[in-house]
């Protein structure tokens, strides 16, 4: 029957997942949100059961394109003699910046409402200040661009993290305002 069946493999140049058969012989819709962007031939193979044979589909393209994203910007303050973490800029103060980019279709999850991601962005992210570029950093293996130990003059900012894309996700921006006072 086909309730005894072995599960159906999707297979790229290696497994991306075993799905199980339903009493139809189907595994119904399947949504699979870890392959990056670009093209691939995917084939859907199964291993056969005691009354049914096995069998490898004919190839078929999938292509992925990028999705759009947003991202999300952290600006953390630090005291130069205490190195404690502050919550109103003086001048004079050093800043900590970081930008995590994601699809916009990831959500919010964990205790501190960080991001989800469906993927880890690959690239760089250029921060600005009202506009003008002060620093450009890549994304570590986690998909986080840090920069610590920049100071600005005091005033008012918009602060803004501008990601490059990559093959999964198009640009993004993320903003946060910014007082530094004196």
Do not use: W
């Amino acid at each position: 029957s086909l309730r005894d069946a072995l599960p159906i493999s999707l297979r790229l140049a290696k497994s991306i997942g075993v799905y199980a058969l339903d009493t139809t012989g189907t595994t119904g819709p399947l949504s699979i949100n870890s392959l990056p962007g670009g093209s691939y031939s995917v084939v859907a193979t199964y291993g056969g059961s005691g009354d049914y044979t096995e069998s490898t589909s004919t190839p078929h393209s999938v292509v992925v394109t990028p999705e759009n994203s947003t991202v999300q910007l952290t600006i953390s303050s630090y005291d130069p003699v205490t190195n404690g973490k502050v919550n109103i800029t003086p001048y004079g103060f050093y800043l900590g910046l970081a930008a995590l980019p994601c699809g916009v279709h990831s959500h919010l999850g964990g205790n501190d409402n960080d991001i989800c991601q469906d993927g880890i962005p690959t690239g760089s992210v250029t921060f600005k200040a009202n506009s003008n570029t002060v620093a450009t950093a890549g994304l570590n293996s986690s998909g986080i661009a840090i920069v610590d130990g920049l100071f600005l003059d005091a005033g008012s900012y918009t602060m803004a993290a501008n990601y490059s894309g990559d093959n999964s996700f198009n640009p993004g921006v993320g903003q946060l305002p910014l007082v530094i006072t004196k």
